[in-house]
């Protein structure tokens, strides 16, 4: 990379879900056209009430550091409208070119088209490509041109009969930086006060946000988790799972590299079924899309509209409860308490939380959802909203409401040692596995063994498991009658 050059002409790369220099294609791009002028721009004018959250914003101050140390520093960043500040600058510096990588959510596919229309009039050429995704919404349809409402034809005839994700390219070579800036207010990285929420992420020594860090990441999943994904990624202690949904969020990895990657390696497998269970979970990424591009209501309506009948319960300290992992069920509690304490949760305990929130507490998925957004480091539109929305059985494809979870047998089953439970609920780290994910059953002398008083040292569970199981059933039936025939 330089800092001077004869090429002339200029062009502006906006990096948003795409905060990484290798298999960028619009970046590539834009080096193509002449001097790159490398831009982010926070906006949360456009963003509305999808407005990134403490957590992700966290993650984004490092890795916007990251991406800034990778161009030289010259990355120049921004905070307000993007709809203003793009076409402004393009203006200012007689740019000719702008290239960015397609987003997805609705709130910014309408504003890019916004700026789109604009620069078009201005005269500035838009090169936009996909930077994020297998296979984009529009190439997997079924054979009436309708989107896919199921995962596994979705997946099996749509994605993989379909023409093969690209392959990854390079880091462009000779990328020269302008040093037309234009009059705009640029801010620094620390101007955007991403760190101002009252996050302990610290407390995860592991996160390494940024391209670096990403691919340390994937790096460290081929060597050591994808042996034994497919049967050790519902445990929460095997730590059999990637940890590269933030990194996939913010494309400082993008799913083309980890795809090819996962595939370079396949002859080093014993079983297929590892390499298959794992590009399934990335293919669930790509039907969360499809389905936000094809609903954008999704994060907020019921995708079955029979679930508008159903009778949600408020209760503002159940929900606190919850949130805070007090609710006395300890494997809840313990997910509840890694998603505050890392910005993240598990899988399988994600599933677990969420399935008591909207099953034995039956407060409305949307509360977990907003909860989610804001403690997720890889909190994803698509992805949340499609999960609760599965899990709470009103989504495409859904688990079914009446299957609902018993978060006490999840906790035996998925976490046979107690190793997760025990790490973030330590004050029942004295009790016999037998115990330790329904305390309120224990004996009393095994509580006072492990100096546990319960409503005191560790709560009460705020449900009967059985009773609000039955409650949850009962007002699936109710809704049921309720809706029109
Ligand atoms: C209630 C709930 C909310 C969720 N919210 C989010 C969210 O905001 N952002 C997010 O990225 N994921 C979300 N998920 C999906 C899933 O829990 C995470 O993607 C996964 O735990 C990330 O860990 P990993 O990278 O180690 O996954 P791995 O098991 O290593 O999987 C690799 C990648 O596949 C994708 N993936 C895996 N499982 C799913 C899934 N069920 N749905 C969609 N994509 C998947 C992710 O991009 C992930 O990084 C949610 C799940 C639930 C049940």
Redesign the pocket.
Known sequence: MTDSSSKSALAIHWFRQDLRLSDNPALTAAVKVGKLLPIYILDDQNSGEHKMGGASRWWLHYSLTALNKSLQGKLRVFHGDATEILPRLAQETGTKTVTWNRCYEPWRINRDKKILTDLEHLGVEVISTNGSLLWEPWDVLKADGTPYRVFTPFYRKGCLKGTAPRKPIKVPENITFSDDKGTGAAVTISDLSLLSSNWDIKKSPDWVPGEKGAQDRIRY?LDN?IKG?NKG?DFPAAE??????????LGEIS?HQ?WYSLAFQAHLLESGEDLDQ?QM??A??E??YSLLFYNADLPDTNLQKKFDYFQWRKDETALQAWQTGNTGIPFVDAGMRELWQTG????RV??V??SFLVKNLMIDWKE??RW??DC?V???????S???Q??AGCGADAAPYFRIFNPATQGVRFDPKGEYTRKYVPELAGLPDKWLFNPWEAPKEVLDAAGIVLDETYPAPIVDLKTSRQRALDAFSDMKEKQPS
Request: hydrophobic share 50%.
């Open positions: 999943f988790g994904y990624r059999k799972c990637s940890n590269l949904s933030p990194h996939l969020h799913p980890i794992f979970e990335l669930w990424r039907f969360s993240f949760m598990h899988n994600r599933m939380a969420a977990g959802a989610f957004w997720l890889d909190a994803d539109l698509a992805n949340n499609a999960s609760w599965w899990v």
